[in-house]
């Protein structure tokens, strides 16, 4: 029995803690030209600062528009990174306005351009993470879903990041004077907040921290800052995996039967197990709350 005792103290003295583990993702590449960068400058940073912060698989969520493979140069460097490509729609619609016929065209559009990607996976992530307006909408863009052998590209973590690059990029163009230090820990601030907010929600309703999906979009800021994120991440004992991996986990499998989707699947699941919409939604989720922190930390009147 002492024996025993002494090989567990001795397990558990050696076992490392489990670390939290995240994966990365981007959607809506490839993202216009702004202000900021170049849409060609943006990827090129983006690959060079996952490389650096040792990212090996992140996952891009990708709408073609229209437009074939060959044209798409940007996402052939994405994966010729190693990151893996994915289907956002080729229109990025939100399906609470069309049919779920109409929308699954959509999505077999961006798949038929999509699909040669050496590291393309049938994973579809639904625009502004919309699932349509009625549980039948609903119920049948998951079978056709299913019918063309697609997997859900869920998100766990939702956050506003879209909405503070677009501040930054209007204070620009505007030419107002940004700090660029100030909105570099506003954005990581938001999003470590965010991260820990549905991990949070996540114990309290599986009893456990899954492995994590990062929302994030193909955006100015993830290319100037994601090496700062990934850092204070890592500073919080959180592993960042690849997305491979993140889906791996058992929440995949379940489909939340809830309208309560627009805040990523833990948040989803955790309403469907009786916690309300006001308690699933992070403050900093609210573009008044960003306006107003933006407008006290990171624009500067000019000297
Ligand atoms: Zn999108």
Redesign the pocket.
Known sequence: MIRLIFAVVLALAVAPATAREIAITF??APTNDTATFTGEERTKRLIAALKAAGIEQAAF?C?PRGRPAAELTRLNAYAAAGHIIAN?SDT?RNLRSLPADEYLADIVAADAALKSFATFRPWF?F??LAEGDTREKREAVRAGLRAMNYKQGYVTVDNYD?YLNTLANNARTTGQVVDEAALRDLYVETLIKAVEFYDAIAVKTLGRSPRHVLLL?ENDLAALYIADLVGELRKRGWKIIGADLAYADPIADIMPDTQFLNQGRVAAIAHTKGMKPIELVHEEEDEAVLDGLFAARVVRTKP
Do not use: I, T
Request: no cysteine; net charge negative.
């Open positions: 959607d809506d969520f709408v956002h990025h992530r625009p502004f879209w979009h």
